[in-house]
């Protein structure tokens, strides 16, 4: 009947401000939108809690000049997930993805907020799959 999301610390080795409360919100809200399940602060039927315990920017593919032409954000939270009803169901797993954007772009304002977007949404959905694929 119940879950709750506990804060989702920001351990990388990079930190990046604010993305472990967008990170929390945004598992939230995806649990809310696609559940009846009710959000509570404290023993819920269902717990998530874990870390955002990485966070780092790759260069991808090379230009002729032996330049990077685009690089790659990779995001990786560790999370743990305990049914209270069916401990069985429990898990502790590190989700992670990643977004590819243009080496001579700065990874702040719109492409930051796009990068975050997209990884966290495919991350949400990736441990909403996982914890409740068969609810």
Known sequence: ETFQVNYFQNAAAIVEPGIDRTFTLQLQDLIQ???NLNLTDSNGDLVYEGE???????????TAESTAAQNRLTIVVQVRFFNTLDPEKDLDRRFSFYYDYPANAQLQGAVLATALEEIFTRITQDI????????
């Open 128 to 135: 909403f799959n996982a914890t409740l694929a068969n609810w």
């Open 52 to 62: 955002i315990v990485d966070y780092y920017v790759s260069p991808m593919s090379a």
């Open 33 to 35: 939108s696609q559940t």
